[in-house]
């Protein structure tokens, strides 16, 4: 691969279209260093640590959380940057505020909150929630509300894990609708997959529902390389010939989105910048073999650890839970924080109390069910 990879698709921090309102310049730090302090300092950020990524505490205190996923995918994402001449500050940004929307109980927390404001002809979407969050939520400088994010940072949380097409929403029409995102933005999806592949396995392992047999059975490159290992640390525990195994696929999951993404600039001819935003698809993406192995990963993870009895049960709990909270705070909205009461006066009482159960932790979620229906 050239040393000088795709610099020329950086996007650089002098080209940013800056803040919704203008601030004096730092000494010392450029405007995306800026945006991924913000993000570290901001409460939702915080809020993570105490945020299902897959696995309760209940079951473990070593198994991931949103937050430590979200220092992961920070991770992967500023690795490829970095190999591909990239703006490592603004993939940063993007790739530690990427989650800050999410509510409470992971996945399965979104989908219900989207169910219950479908009801009132709404949705819910984590991303669009994080874009509210550092608009108008963290409450933090004497300006402005929000964070002041660049619209770089903004475009980046709306647009990292899919496109948007003129006329789907109103309020996203300032975010370059039927464009590409930097191809810094890009990347943090097929990232975000690396860290929460890997990272299942691992902790799937760790909680005795993954057989090493089985895995080998599924995906060829996990076969290849337990084989290896094997012959190389015969004597070594399972359990850390294992972890060899997921550090090498996570290896080979990396490697596979950089050379993907400097095979695909280069077959298609992206000269710019500005080449990546009008062009017809993304160019962030896997070659063939990680991509197959990205692939039987998520197939294999979601048979054997996503549908288990154990989280499939905490999963019925927990959405079941927030039905019943949404409900009771609909029907007593004088129940709500005061500060969120003041927003039930221009906005749908629906729109607020989804607001105010997205940003709870999942241990606050709890304390404020038992209040009522303990």
């Known amino acids: 691969m050239n040393p000088e990879a795709l610099s020329r698709l950086r996007f650089p921090v002098h080209r940013s279209r800056g803040r919704r309102y203008p601030e004096a310049p730092h000494p010392y730090r450029n405007d995306f260093q800026r945006d991924r302090d913000r993000v570290v300092h901001a409460r939702s950020f915080r809020r993570l640590e ?28 500023r690795t490829a940057a970095a190999s591909l001449k990239l703006d490592e500050d603004l993939t940063e940004a993007l790739a530690l505020a990427h989650d800050i929307g999410h509510p409470p109980f992971g ?28 608009e ?4 933090r400088y004497a300006m402005f509300s929000g964070l002041n994010l ?4 903004r475009e980046g949380i709306v647009k990292h894990s899919r496109d948007i097409e003129a006329g789907e929403d109103p309020l996203l029409e300032e975010y370059l609708p039927g464009l590409r995102p930097p191809l810094e933005a890009q990347l943090i999806d097929l990232a975000d997959e690396i860290a929460y592949n890997t990272a299942d396995l691992d902790d799937g392992y760790s909680a005795r529902m993954i057989d090493s047999g089985e895995l080998a059975g599924r995906v060829p490159a996990f076969a290849r390389m337990r084989e290896a290992i094997e012959q190389h640390y ?20 990396v490697s596979s989105l950089i050379e993907g993404t400097y095979q695909a600039a280069g077959d298609v001819g ?14 962030a993406c896997f070659t063939l073999e990680g991509r197959e192995t990205n692939a039987a990963l998520k197939a294999f993870l979601h048979e054997h650890v996503y549908s288990c009895d154990a989280l499939l049960a905490e999963r019925t709990r927990s959405t079941a839970a927030i039905a019943q909270l949404f409900q009771h705070f609909l029907d007593a909205p004088d129940r709500l924080p005061a500060n969120y009461r003041e927003q039930a ?5 629906h729109r607020v109390v989804c607001d105010y159960i997205a ?14 229906f303990s």
Request: glycine share 8%.
């Open 136 to 139: 108008s939520f963290e409450q």
């Open 50 to 77: 105490d945020k299902t990524q897959v696995f309760t505490p209940a079951l473990s205190d070593h198994f991931r959380n949103r937050l430590t996923h979200t220092i992961e995918v920070a991770q992967i994402a």
């Open 107 to 134: 996945h399965a927390g979104e989908s219900e909150l989207d169910r219950q404001m479908r009801r009132f002809g709404s949705r819910f979407d984590h991303n669009l929630h994080a874009l509210r969050i550092v």
């Open 345 to 349: 006066a221009g906005l749908p009482i």
């Open 234 to 253: 015969p004597g070594a525990p399972d359990g850390i010939r294992f972890l060899e195994c997921v550090r090498r696929l996570i290896d080979l999951l």
């Open 270 to 283: 992206v000269g710019g910048m500005d080449d990546v935003r009008g062009h017809s698809r993304r160019l």
């Open 150 to 153: 660049t619209f770089e940072v």
């Open 359 to 372: 940003g709870m932790t999942d241990r606050f979620f709890w304390r404020t069910w038992r209040q009522y």
